[in-house]
């Protein structure tokens, strides 16, 4: 029997808040747009062919977290324009990511490239590269960044220790021991080839006694490649 107080059993609440999700997602995709160079319509249009429920709250969350980067930096909006072959591949990618950590690294990307002050050089590499990329991918990468500045040392001189990430990284400076004769996890050492495929980081073992990517070195490209998404 239905509700006497809502004849359609409900289906026109439903109706009415899916309606107002389509109306906060076009708005979304609106603002998202200002970011690409080109007619705003047509790249508003590649985001509304995947306008579907279950995109909202991710593309809706996107906004949010670039609004919110834009407002630390003082800014209302991108000062300057994306080129759509790369503008769009890299919303395309950013309002399909359900994983928050990585959706957060692709909203700094975003405001870093819509960004004329930022010093960062915009690549289709970085949007190709991140999206081959997982959330313990980047982990990895943050960690051997920060281990790789404590160095502050040309690429190939020192290296860093993976073997206890993704909790740390440790550097290693030629002459110490060897820390460890064991390599990182399975679950490790797979995204640790992932990032020296993606060209990320590069194998640095010294001795045959180590195991696996256990001593690896950050490449010219894997910094620019973090430089782009938190700077």
């Known amino acids: 029997m239905s509700d006497p107080v809502d004849p359609t059993g409900g289906w026109a609440a439903a109706t009415e808040a899916t309606a107002n999700a389509s109306k906060e997602a076009i708005q979304a995709s609106r603002e998202l747009g200002h970011f690409i160079s080109g007619p705003a319509r047509e790249a508003v249009g590649i985001l509304e062919d995947y306008v ?22 003082g800014m209302t909006g991108p000062t300057r324009k ?34 004329a002050g930022s010093g960062i050089q915009l690549r289709r590499a970085f949007v190709s590269v991140l999206a081959e990329m997982t ?47 064991d390599g990182p996890s399975p679950e490790v050492a797979i995204s640790l080839g992932n990032l020296e495929r993606l060209g990320c980081i590069i194998s640095s073992n010294r001795t045959p006694v180590l195991k696996g990517v256990q001593l690896v070195n950050l490449t010219p490209f894997g910094r620019a490649l973090i430089d782009a998404c938190t700077r």
């Open 135 to 181: 959330s313990l991918d980047v982990r990895n990468l943050a960690q051997i960044e920060r281990a790789a500045k404590l160095l502050n040392a040309e690429i190939g001189s020192y290296g860093v220790w993976t073997y206890e990430l993704p909790e740390r990284a440790l550097p290693f400076v030629d002459g110490d021991p060897v820390a460890s004769e």
């Open 82 to 115: 994306i080129p759509l072959n790369i503008g769009v591949p890299l919303l395309e990618n950013a309002t399909l990511e359900e994983d928050d950590d990585l959706q957060e690294v692709w909203a700094r990307l975003l405001v870093n490239g819509g960004d």
């Open 52 to 73: 579907k429920v279950v995109r909202f709250e991710r593309r809706v969350r996107l906004a949010d977290r670039v609004r919110k980067f834009l407002i630390e930096r």
